[in-house]
């Protein structure tokens, strides 16, 4: 068992394995297949995946993430011929991330975009649409641009073929950003009244050309690989209740939300709006690991590194150190999961970097590892990487803790490195 203190130290001296950067990889390299359908933050990029999967599984075992983001860990896994499962508790997440792992041939894909795009080319100023009514779509959409998004939106949900429709749905949802006055360089939801709105028909159309170069490219790897049978799931659900049996996986590899988890909530709202997955932003926030909101005080964070980080904060901001330690004990949890379906000498894989918030460091590595230690895991081994082309919103206010705005010249840089952990059920 390593003390906390050894924990630190052993962390701090860790030094960056350059390989693990992947800085040679282009930006089409890093998006290939179904990986560039989607803007998402703080997404790894499936490198990492690929060679995480490479070294601790052989075909046939079953890899899990338990934060499944965007999908990039289970496309990964299809390719490389591995079932997978992965849960995220964001419904905007799942329909990106089934979107991600599923072929359509695209001689298919081609005849349903052709008749969209009939249906498109005879929208006039005159058709008939059910814009929906709601004040947060009327804060980021101006009324021609909303009309037009309506008439996709409805054209979209008339198509029968569930893999196609959801092809499409994540077309939209990418678009949507680019169609509001959101702010186009802020990942922070940050008004532009001067932003003339894309075209949404134009958008769209460019939007699903790419993806379907995309799904080609995705299509002919599977058929390379026979990876089309391969089993791969996801669901909305807490990371705390993967539906998967114990002990039966080999490898789990993810990327852990960090405690402002909640800001995903922010920057998926359009998406979440459109669809209807909420009504209120705040409610939507609630569902995020960390957040303050959740009812469930006073876990057990297991961990000295944790409990030191949140006297200090408490301190400072007592609003802050209970989201911190939210966020440590849920995610203690999270490891409890895990440890629950790994199977015996199976390895936890867990991308993720430290922080500040209110001046103090937020050790979300060293706390980890204190954690899964105490929990029966062991120190495989630890990789500390740069971020070169990690899509993460690179700043923070320094007094807040919170993502900056692109106009915030206070602003401090975070995340230049991360760590993964690779720790071992025993």
Same mark, same amino acid.
Request: hydrophobic share 35%; proline share 5%; aromatic share 10%.
């Given at each position: 068992?390593?003390?906390?203190?050894?924990?630190?130290?052993?962390?701090?001296?860790?030094?960056?394995?350059?390989?693990?950067?992947?800085?040679?990889?282009?930006?089409?390299?890093?998006?290939?297949?179904?990986?560039?359908?989607?803007?998402?933050?703080?997404?790894?990029?499936?490198?990492?995946?690929?060679?995480?999967?490479?070294?601790?599984?052989?075909?046939?075992?079953?890899?899990?993430?338990?934060?499944?983001?965007?999908?990039?860990?289970?496309?990964?896994?299809?390719?490389?011929?591995?079932?997978?499962?992965?849960?995220?508790?964001?419904?905007?997440?799942?329909?990106?991330?089934?979107?991600?792992?599923?072929?359509?041939?695209?001689?298919?894909?081609?005849?349903?975009?052709?008749?969209?795009?009939?249906?498109? @080319?005879?929208?006039?100023?005159?058709?008939?649409?059910?814009?929906?009514?709601?004040?947060?779509? @009327?804060?980021?959409?101006?009324?021609?641009?909303?009309?037009?998004?309506?008439?996709?939106?409805?054209?979209?949900?008339?198509?029968?073929?569930?893999?196609?429709?959801?092809?499409?749905?994540?077309?939209?949802?990418?678009?949507?950003?680019?169609?509001? !006055?959101?702010?186009?360089?802020?990942?922070?939801?940050?008004? @532009?009244?001067?932003?003339?709105?894309?075209?949404?028909?134009?958008?769209?159309?460019?939007?699903?050309?790419?993806?379907?170069?995309?799904?080609?490219?995705?299509?002919?790897?599977?058929?390379?690989?026979?990876?089309?049978?391969?089993?791969?799931?996801?669901?909305?659900? @807490?990371?705390?209740?993967?539906?998967?049996?114990?002990?039966?996986?080999?490898?789990?590899?993810?990327?852990?939300?960090?405690?402002?988890?909640?800001?995903?909530?922010?920057?998926?709202?359009?998406?979440?709006?459109?669809?209807?997955?909420?009504?209120?932003?705040?409610?939507?926030?609630?569902?995020?690991?960390?957040?303050?909101?959740?009812?469930?005080?006073?876990?057990?964070?297991?961990?000295? !590194?944790?409990?030191?980080?949140?006297?200090?904060?408490?301190? !400072?901001?007592?609003?802050?150190?209970?989201?911190?330690?939210?966020?440590?004990?849920?995610?203690?949890?999270?490891?409890?999961?895990?440890?629950?379906?790994?199977?015996?000498?199976?390895?936890?894989?867990?991308?993720?970097?430290?922080?500040?918030?209110?001046?103090?460091?937020?050790?979300?590595?060293?706390?980890?590892?204190?954690?899964?230690?105490?929990?029966?895991?062991?120190?495989?081994?630890?990789?500390?990487?740069?971020?070169?082309?990690?899509?993460?919103?690179?700043?923070?206010?320094?007094?807040?803790?919170?993502?900056?705005?692109?106009?915030?010249?206070?602003?401090?840089?975070?995340?230049?490195?991360?760590?993964?952990?690779?720790?071992?059920?025993?």
């Amino acid at each position: 068992m390593i003390k906390s203190d050894t924990i630190i130290k052993f962390l701090e001296k860790t030094v960056v394995t350059p390989s693990w950067a992947f800085a040679d990889k282009t930006r089409k390299e890093t998006s290939y297949a179904t990986h560039g359908y989607h803007r998402y933050p703080a997404k790894f990029i499936p490198q990492i995946v690929s060679a995480l999967v490479e070294k601790h599984t052989n075909e046939g075992d079953l890899v899990v993430d338990p934060f499944g983001g965007c999908g990039t860990t289970i496309v990964e896994s299809k390719i490389m011929n591995r079932p997978s499962i992965a849960v995220d508790i964001n419904p905007v997440a799942v329909l990106i991330s089934k979107a991600k792992k599923t072929p359509i041939d695209p001689t298919e894909l081609e005849k349903h975009f052709l008749k969209l795009k009939d249906k498109i @080319d005879s929208f006039t100023e005159n058709t008939k649409v059910k814009t929906p009514e709601h004040e947060r779509i @009327d804060y980021w959409f101006k009324s021609e641009e909303k009309r037009k998004l309506a008439f996709l939106s409805y054209e979209i949900s008339k198509i029968k073929n569930e893999d196609v429709k959801g092809f499409f749905y994540c077309a939209f949802s990418n678009i949507l950003k680019n169609c509001s !006055i959101w702010l186009q360089k802020s990942n922070k939801p940050t008004r @532009d009244f001067n932003k003339d709105p894309a075209d949404p028909f134009k958008t769209f159309s460019r939007q699903v050309k790419a993806m379907m170069r995309g799904n080609s490219v995705f299509f002919d790897l599977l058929q390379k690989t026979k990876g089309f049978k391969t089993p791969c799931q996801v669901t909305c659900n @807490d990371a705390r209740k993967i539906p998967a049996k114990s002990s039966s996986a080999k490898l789990i590899v993810t990327s852990p939300p960090y405690v402002t988890s909640y800001e995903y909530a922010d920057l998926h709202q359009l998406t979440a709006f459109w669809f209807e997955h909420t009504q209120n932003l705040s409610d939507f926030r609630k569902k995020f690991i960390g957040t303050s909101y959740h009812n469930k005080k006073n876990l057990l964070l297991n961990s000295i !590194i944790a409990e030191d980080i949140k006297m200090k904060l408490s301190k !400072i901001h007592k609003k802050t150190a209970d989201e911190v330690a939210n966020y440590f004990g849920e995610m203690n949890e999270v490891f409890k999961e895990m440890k629950r379906l790994l199977k015996k000498d199976g390895k936890a894989c867990i991308v993720i970097g430290n922080t500040r918030l209110k001046g103090v460091d937020i050790l979300n590595a060293e706390v980890f590892v204190e954690q899964m230690q105490n929990l029966g895991f062991k120190i495989d081994e630890i990789i500390k990487r740069e971020i070169p082309s990690k899509n993460l919103p690179s700043s923070r206010n320094p007094k807040t803790g919170r993502f900056s705005k692109a106009t915030d010249i206070k602003k401090t840089q975070v995340y230049p490195t991360e760590y993964i952990l690779t720790m071992q059920k025993v």
